[in-house]
T-cell receptor, first 113, second 110 residues
Framework: NAGVTQTPKFQVLKTGQSMTLQCAQD?????MYWYRQDPGMGLRLIYY???????DKGEVPNGYNVSRLNKREFSLRLESAAPSQTSVYFC????????????FGQGTRLTVV | RKEVEQDPGPFNVPEGATVAFNCTYS??????FFWYRQDCRKEPKLLMS???SGNEDGRFTAQLNRASQYISLLIRDSKLSDSATYLC???????????FGPGTRLSVLP
């Protein structure tokens, strides 16, 4: 059972570089989420997608873009990375029609220097 | 005010102790409630869902008080392996986001 798969697991970027974090789920879930986690801050929602083709801003969307091209995949893009975006990023998915729990990927540790 | 707040912690308890975590939420439209556990440098994993009538899973008991917008988690007979951060999560209606509290760190000491 793959569940939620995130790539890459680790990444170092220089300030101003761009990159895309990939996330895919094989559980046929409608909702997908991107969070960032910083020390002492808990998980903060960046963007979420309730269904294919729809996205909504979360608590901390600035500096990020997302794309939900199909039901399985939800990508997060940093167009011009900044040191403040150094964080651990988690992708999650959920079947919210059943009001059940969310399942998480293993995370991406991103450092922007 | 944060939408979901938790005891700030950390909690340091001896093995065998009983420990309780509290969580409050501000959105009265919240419909689903969960406790997650997160080990250091790992992804959060579901510990248990929280039902209106309260529920128990072994040494773990979760309670929900909708009137007070309050959720609790009780851990009995703490084990060293219970050391982790415990995250309270609330969810709203369809398609709405899944909101985490800041977490409470627990260290069970030998």
């Amino acid at each position: 059972n793959a569940g939620v798969t995130q790539t890459p697991k680790f990444q170092v970027l220089k300030t101003g570089q761009s990159m895309t974090l990939q996330c895919a789920q094989d559980m046929n879930h409608n909702s997908m989420y991107w969070y960032r986690q910083d020390p002492g801050m808990g998980l903060r929602l960046i963007y979420y997608s309730a269904s294919e083709g729809t996205t909504d801003k979360g608590e901390v969307p600035n500096g990020y873009n997302v794309s939900r091209l199909n039901k399985r995949e939800f990508s997060l893009r940093l167009e011009s990375a900044a040191p403040s975006q150094t964080s651990v990023y988690f992708c999650a998915s959920r079947d919210d029609s059943l009001n059940t729990e969310a399942f998480f990927g293993q995370g991406t540790r991103l450092t922007v220097v | 005010r944060k939408e979901v707040e938790q005891d700030p912690g950390p909690f340091n308890v001896p093995e065998g102790a009983t420990v309780a975590f509290n969580c409050t939420y501000s959105n009265s439209a919240s419909q689903s409630f969960f406790w997650y556990r997160q080990d250091c440098r790992k992804e959060p994993k579901l510990l248990m869902s929280v039902y209106s009538s309260g529920n128990e899973d072994g040494r773990f008991t979760a309670q929900l008080n909708r009137a007070s917008q309050y959720i609790s988690l009780l851990i009995r007979d703490s084990k060293l392996s219970d050391s982790a951060t415990y995250l309270c999560v609330v969810s709203h209606n369809y398609g709405q986001n899944f909101v985490f509290g800041p977490g409470t760190r627990l260290s069970v000491l030998p």
